[in-house]
């Protein structure tokens, strides 16, 4: 269970006008409206947001990107059902643990069924339902899946605290001597993630049990787990912070921390070691021995949920996606009726080549007033009679600065290069 939904610490700095300031401009909640992103409704309940087509788009998108990297890096793809039968999560702890942030059960004829607040439970047997050899291992389970949290009303918001979630998340199952190896190389994939995104973190945590938290009681397992994760942060060379009362109740974890314009923090990503469910569920492998052996369960999320990620972002870039993500990312711009059958030509030429794209004709408005409303989109392409003549556009990119007209065609090349890559520049090399 990547556990990153129940922790929204505040770190406010209250002489900060400035951050006040800009706090409220990049707010989420009005940005994601205004924008068209998401909305909620009374009718489909609290902490139930619904994705409309622009935030959908940028959903997707960020969802792809991390399934090719997953894919990349060794990962294999699952899904299972958001539903399971409570003795599922009695065997996995959830039940004794964390039944309080979870929905109550439904009878279904004799059997009680819950939906999931983990997909770790899944992912531990799907691994048992197949025999594995040490040679398969590490073995990388990964699934953008549902789970539901029973969050009180008065700590929903937006986004960043939902009662339905989609989890990036990920289930290594490996021997003891890959353990430091995989968890260090899920950090890299969250620090390559980070600065596609544009994302800066505030800092990485050690999360540790504290007073008076419902942990599994094991404490040689905890000590060996600590001791992983804190190998893994020291040869990382990334600086840390200990935080008692910040564990998942099976285990320790890294957390890397993210925080808003007004400086509440959050966590985003997580990488775990977790020794207590592959026990509880009985898996193993067969070694070079012939014998079976324990496996251990690396848990790792790269962005943690999408609308957690997706909140983050409209705040971070205040609507202004990096050009990969952004909803549309070229707007054609015609300067009159004239110019629409080149501005239809380019735009179809921009989607087959995967790039979103949209015209923005005169029945718009003026040619400012339209410049004025695509702001936020990376590239704008205008097209006057000059350009028209030789299929050319004057472009100008998000920053304010103006190209020289230009072959359409490079700059489809140019732009889809540019996303293709995951850049966050708009532009490579002199405009």
């Keep these: 269970m990547n556990d990153n939904s129940t922790d929204h610490h505040s770190n406010h700095n209250s002489n900060s006008d400035d951050s006040q300031e800009r706090s409220d401009r990049h707010d989420h909640r009005r940005l994601g409206r205004e924008l068209d992103l998401f909305?909620?409704?009374?009718?489909i309940g609290a902490g139930l947001p619904y994705w409309l087509p622009d935030g959908a788009t940028v959903r997707h998108t960020l969802e792809e990107y991390i399934r090719g990297e997953e894919r990349r890096a060794g990962y294999r793809h699952v899904y299972s059902?958001?539903?399971?039968k409570r003795e599922l999560y009695e065997i996995s702890g959830h039940w004794s643990h964390y039944s309080e942030d979870m929905?109550?059960?439904?009878?279904?004829?004799?059997?009680?069924?819950?939906?999931?607040?983990?997909?770790c439970p899944h992912h531990a047997v799907i691994y048992r339902s197949r025999s594995h050899s040490y040679r398969e291992l590490p073995l990388r389970m990964a699934e953008l899946g549902g789970m539901y949290?029973?969050?009180?009303?008065?700590?929903?918001?937006?986004?960043?605290?939902?009662r339905a979630i989609q989890l990036n998340d990920a289930h290594i199952f490996c021997t003891l001597d890959q353990v430091a190896d995989e968890a260090g190389a899920a950090l890299e994939m969250i620090r390559r993630a980070y600065e596609a995104l544009g994302i800066d973190p505030v800092r990485y945590r050690l999360s540790l049990p504290g007073p008076g938290g419902k942990y599994v009681a094991a404490p040689e397992l905890w000590r060996r787990s600590t001791a992983l994760l804190t190998e893994v942060l020291d040869r990382s060379g990334l600086p840390y912070?200990?935080?008692e009362g910040e564990a998942a109740f099976y285990g320790p974890k890294i957390d890397v921390q993210v925080a808003d314009g007004a400086g509440r923090e959050s966590t985003l990503s997580t990488v775990q070691v977790d020794f207590h469910q592959p026990e509880r569920f009985g898996l193993h492998y067969i070694g070079a021995d012939g014998g079976k052996h324990r496996p251990v369960m690396v848990h790792r999320s790269i962005i943690g949920s999408v609308e957690r990620?997706?909140?983050h972002l409209v705040e971070q870039h205040g609507g202004a996606f990096p050009p990969w993500l952004a909803p549309t990312q070229l707007v054609i711009l015609p300067i009159s009726d004239a110019e629409l059958p080149n501005a239809v030509s380019l735009a179809r030429r921009c989607a087959d080549r995967g790039l979103r794209a949209e015209v923005a004709g005169p029945e718009s408005g003026s040619l400012g007033a339209r410049i004025r409303e695509s702001r936020l989109v990376p590239y704008q392409a205008v097209i006057g009679a000059k350009e028209a003549v030789d299929d050319r556009v004057a472009l100008r990119l998000r920053d304010g600065r103006r190209l020289e007209p230009r072959p359409a065609d490079e700059v489809v090349d140019r732009v889809a290069s540019l996303t293709g890559a995951h850049s966050t520049e708009l532009w490579d090399g002199p405009a």
Excluded: I
């Excluded at 909305?39 to 009718?43: A, F, Q, R, V």
């Excluded at 059902?81 to 399971?84: A, D, K, M, N, R």
């Excluded at 949290?149 to 939902?162: A, P, Q």
């Design 149 to 162: 949290r029973s969050e009180l009303s008065g700590v929903l918001g937006g986004l960043t605290r939902v």
């Design 103 to 119: 929905f109550p059960p439904m009878e279904l004829g004799s059997e009680q069924v819950v939906l999931r607040p983990s997909l």
């Design 309 to 311: 990620a997706v909140a």
């Design 241 to 243: 912070e200990a935080a």
């Design 39 to 43: 909305d909620t409704d009374p009718l």
């Design 81 to 84: 059902p958001v539903l399971g």
